[in-house]
């Protein structure tokens, strides 16, 4: 099986950079997923790491330790709009569907 | 381009009833997974289609069903509803199945069980 876990909440203010945890127990591994989710909204993807190190798009990096299962994603200049909950979701190599497995997601709050 | 179109965005049934979810994919993907997601949880895995086949089970019960069209829209149902199963119902498409490939997700449909 599949599981991974994250904090449930972190809070820090605009301008800054946080970073998000996430660490993985799974029978195989096809990559780690980051989403975004706004209240009330669709998950929307962020990043994909199949392999060890930093992945960077604009203001969001992603990180990646296949030999610790760990990863994290950084998000710099912290902004408003970056209030969301923020998902790590792995592969399930099992199988032919290869679905998601999701963490339960870390509500960022952004205060001004 | 259109996006993964959900629909009804909202739905209120009562126990024992049944239910019918519809999803569009992004034109040109041909595969569509089925998530549920309960307040304050990530989405759960339901259903993957791909190319009209079943290629994926979660952890459900029968009365989850699902399939694809030849357009590759695709519906979930369920049968005799559960109070439990009030959730956002999120569909979501990929080109293929590749694990790299990212899931592109609809805004779900808000299912309440009365």
């Known amino acids: 099986g599949q599981s991974l876990e994250q904090p449930s909440e972190v809070t820090a203010v605009e301008g800054a950079i946080v970073q998000i945890n996430c660490t993985y127990q799974?029978?195989?591994?096809?990559?780690l997923s980051w989403y975004q989710q706004h209240d009330g909204g669709a998950p929307t993807f962020l990043s994909y790491n199949a392999l060890d190190g930093l992945e960077e798009t604009g203001r969001f990096s992603s990180f990646l330790s296949r030999s610790d299962s760990y990863g994290y994603l950084l998000l710099q200049e912290l902004q408003m709009k970056d209030s969301a909950s923020y998902f790590c979701a792995v592969r399930d190599p099992t199988g032919s569907a290869r679905q998601l497995t999701f963490g339960s997601g870390t509500q960022l709050t952004v205060l001004p | 381009d259109a996006g993964v179109t959900q629909s009804p965005t909202h739905l209120i049934k009562t126990r024992g009833q049944h239910v019918t979810l519809r999803c569009s994919p992004i034109?040109?993907?041909?595969?569509v997974s089925w998530y549920q997601q309960v307040l304050g949880q990530g989405p759960q895995f339901i259903f993957q289609?791909?190319?009209?086949?079943?290629?994926g089970r979660g952890n459900f019960p029968d009365r989850f069903s699902a399939r694809q069209f030849p357009n590759y829209s695709s519906e979930l149902n369920v049968n005799a509803l559960l109070l439990g199963d009030s959730a956002l119902y999120l569909c979501?498409?990929?080109?293929?199945?590749?694990?790299?490939?990212?899931?592109?997700f609809g805004d779900g449909t808000r299912l309440s069980i009365l």
């Open positions: 799974t029978s195989g591994f096809y990559g």
């Open positions: 289609y791909y190319e009209k086949e079943e290629r």
């Open positions: 979501a498409s990929s080109p293929g199945q590749g694990a790299n490939q990212p899931q592109h």
């Open positions: 034109s040109g993907h041909k595969s």
